[in-house]
């Protein structure tokens, strides 16, 4: 069965850095277009970044622009996602999705895998 494992989440205080990452099990994604999304409690899951098959296109949520920023190593099949500056509003489990097509899109309808997620918390 085909797996997007995320890592990297964690604690920290406002201003602070993480890197994410996803890494899948049971097939590569090299030639899949992939996307960080992340939902707040309470909130709907939306879209925060995505990035083309090879690494030459992305798109971010205005949210996080400048923040944040996402890569791939397709030779590791390994995405990342890394985060700066980080605001307590930035507070949310952040799941790791691919779709088959060629676009980068930010609706989670177009996304044909997801992994389970990873809690990033950022404190005051």
């Known amino acids: 069965q085909v797996q997007l494992v995320e890592s990297g989440g964690g604690s920290v205080q406002a201003g602070g850095s993480l890197r994410l990452s996803c890494a899948p099990s049971g097939r590569t994604f090299t030639t899949n277009t992939m996307g960080w999304f992340r939902q707040a409690p309470g909130k709907e899951r939306e879209f925060v970044a995505g990035i083309s098959r090879s690494g030459g296109s992305t798109y971010y949520a205005d949210s996080v622009k400048g923040r944040f920023a996402i890569s791939r190593d397709n030779a590791k099949n390994t995405v990342y996602l890394r985060m700066n500056s980080l605001k307590p509003e930035d507070t949310a489990v952040y799941y790791c999705?691919?779709?088959?097509?060629?676009?980068?899109?930010?609706?989670?309808?177009?996304?044909?895998?997801w992994g389970q997620g990873t809690q990033v918390t950022v404190s005051s």
């Open positions: 999705a691919a779709r088959t097509g060629m676009r980068v899109l930010t609706s989670e309808s177009e996304y044909d895998y």
